[in-house]
């Protein structure tokens, strides 16, 4: 006769499951990471000279050491930061002191599309706070992402977010984001 | 009617736990899939500041991130530093720290690799920007500057 085999007993392996889980629990995380996502520039070399931008087609952004902001000379509060911004690359060609307007073609949609030839320039003193640098990034792409609504809008009838792939593509080529972070140098006052 | 009535006491059998083991390997495998492994320790502090447009970091494999911030321990002061990996850097190491970083990932996935920076809100732009610039320099030019949710007015 064959020997009978004892049974494991098993009533200990939930213990072992519930430990295994304290441990999942304690060496990971759960937090998704969001963030302003930016793509840096490729290093400028030496003896390149400086292109010339109209000045008419650039809005100075400047920043100094205790958080103060001045928009083209002009000091401004963080708040209006963004309606300024909007407002400088919004194309309008019957106003002499906002920037060019070009007419371009742009694949996907149909017709000329008109588009400021506007630059933001972005410059920081080495003693701006990071919440106040991000403060500013973060208005001035929100500037821009109001601009891709619109024209969003105008030409698909939907809303950014909700355009297809190629759409959104078409949409990015007509409203770049033209933010240019200046070489740091120490803004003096 | 009495004839079905059984004798003796009634008793509440045990509620089998013969199961327990499972429901708990199923909880098991629930966490090991939502979540990623903590990868450092953090050294210095890093309150994030706060913004609105904001994308979601996508496949957090290709993702290394660089804290800078004030250190937890107060005896090192309050000056900001950078941490790379597990250990306190100077600016100097980042280029070598990026080459590291790019080495420890397939061939294909090297240029999709993104820099994550964590700072705290209160670090002056001087070590940001000098961090920034080693990173140009390095070619790592995808750049995320993590935040959390919410208004830029509550940044002040």
């Not at chain 2, 509440?12 to 708990?24: A, E, F, G, H």
């Not at chain 2, 990026?98 to 001087?126: I, S, Y």
């Amino acid at each position: 006769m064959a020997k009978k085999v004892p049974e494991i007993n098993s009533s200990s392996q939930a213990d072992i499951a519930f430990l295994l889980l304290c441990f999942f629990l304690m060496t990971t995380s759960m937090d998704v990471d969001y963030g302003i996502t930016r793509r840096l520039p490729p290093p400028v070399e030496q003896n390149v000279e400086d292109i010339k931008v109209k000045e008419r087609n650039v809005m100075n952004v400047l920043v100094n050491k205790s958080d103060r902001l001045l928009v083209n000379g002009r000091p401004t509060d963080i708040t209006f930061l963004m309606e300024e911004a909007k407002r400088f690359m919004t194309p309008n060609p019957n106003d002499p002191t906002s920037p060019e307007v070009e007419m371009k073609t742009i694949e996907g949609i149909n017709g000329q599309v008109m588009m400021s030839k506007g630059v933001i320039s972005l410059q920081n003193d080495r003693g701006t706070s990071y919440a106040m640098y991000i403060s500013v990034q973060n208005e001035l792409a929100r500037a821009f992402n109001l601009l891709k609504e619109e024209q969003a809008w105008k030409h698909f009838h939907k809303h950014y977010d909700q355009l297809t792939e190629d759409q959104t593509k078409a949409i990015n080529d007509a409203v770049p984001v033209r933010v240019s972070e200046a070489e740091p140098v120490e803004i003096v006052k | 009617m009495a004839k079905f009535r059984k004798g003796g006491k009634k008793e509440v059998p045990q509620v089998s736990t013969s199961s327990l083991p499972d429901i708990v390997y199923m909880l098991i495998f629930f966490f090991m899939i939502t979540t990623s492994m903590r990868d450092v320790e953090l050294k210095v502090k890093t309150a994030l500041p706060k913004a609105s447009e904001i994308q979601k970091l996508e496949k957090k494999a290709l993702v290394s991130s660089i804290y800078i911030g004030p250190p937890r321990d107060t005896r090192l002061g309050s000056e900001s530093r950078i941490q790379l990996n597990d250990q306190f850097a100077k600016v100097g190491d980042v280029p070598d720290w990026v080459m590291q970083e790019r080495e420890a990932r397939a061939e294909a996935d090297r240029p999709l690799l993104t820099t994550a920076l964590k700072v705290h809100k209160e670090t002056r732009m001087g070590v940001v920007t000098d961090v920034k610039q080693e990173l140009r320099k390095a070619g790592a030019f995808r750049l995320n500057y993590t935040t959390l949710k919410g208004s830029v007015t509550e940044n002040r």
